[in-house]
């Protein structure tokens, strides 16, 4: 049903091409991950129901589980700055010399925590409080990256890799564009996956605004191993 159109889209997208010569139709180009394209391909059909350009749907059967094997988690961290005049700043996985410290139980990166946050939440396995908490001596001033290593080693073994992590970080200071490439070096190379991160401000609304301390934003992105 559809017309030599919908046959010609329908085989395209099952790795395959019509026999007979070509009409000069509008050519349409899917971009699939690689995650979605092995169970696309396997649909029976891909029906299309289409009429002049402007009004092209395309829609599949339902299929139980359908690219189930990807999934999201949306991770968040607060810290306030440290009394300490001492204590360093660790913020996406890079020391800030100069910069006032944050107060925790381990290094206070925000930005490393929010990320295991939402790498642990995205796979299953539980979330910062619960495999990092306070009552965990032995994560006690452990490093972001240590923290984020081991999350991604709890992801991996549990059958999850990352696609790819995006965090914000919201504050007043420090300023972080010019270390924004350096950061995202050193986050990716934990996570083993492209890591995007940006930093906003809130108009010195609330308690980043006031500079009373940091919070991170992340979204993680993982697929079945």
């Known amino acids: 049903r559809g017309g030599p159109f919908a046959r010609r889209l329908s085989l395209s997208l099952l790795g395959a ?4 010569p070509r009409r000069r139709n509008p050519s349409i180009r899917l971009g ?3 995650v979605c394209a092995s169970p696309l391909r396997a649909l029976a059909s891909f029906r299309v129901a289409a009429g002049p350009i402007r009004s092209l749907v395309a829609y599949a059967p339902r299929v139980d589980n359908f690219c189930m094997d990807i999934r999201v988690g949306t991770g968040i ?3 306030a700055f440290s009394e300490d005049p001492s204590r360093p700043l660790f913020l996406a ?3 800030w010399p100069g910069e ?3 107060e925790g139980h381990s290094d206070a990166d925000v930005a490393a925590h929010a990320a295991c ?3 642990l939440i995205a796979s299953g396995i539980g979330d910062l409080g619960t495999v990092f908490g306070a009552d965990r001596p032995e994560w006690a001033g452990a490093s972001g990256s240590a923290l984020l290593a081991e999350a991604m080693r709890l992801a991996r073994a549990d059958g999850w890799a990352a696609v790819n992590v995006s965090i914000q970080i919201v504050g007043q200071r420090p300023r972080f564009l010019p270390r924004k490439a350096e950061a995202e070096k050193a986050m990716g190379a934990v996570v083993g996956a492209p890591v995007s991160v940006s930093a906003t401000t809130t108009d010195r609304l609330g308690f980043t ?7 991170a934003i ?4 993982v697929h079945r191993i």
Not at 209 to 215: K, M, N, P, T, V
Not at 218 to 221: G, M, Q, R, S, V
């Open 17 to 20: 091409e019509p026999a007979g």
């Open 32 to 34: 699939l991950s690689p």
């Open 77 to 79: 961290d607060v810290h």
């Open 93 to 95: 996985c890079l020391q």
């Open 100 to 102: 006032r410290g944050l």
């Open 117 to 119: 946050d939402a790498v």
């Open 209 to 215: 605004g006031r500079g009373e301390g940091l919070a």
């Open 218 to 221: 992340a979204t993680a992105l």
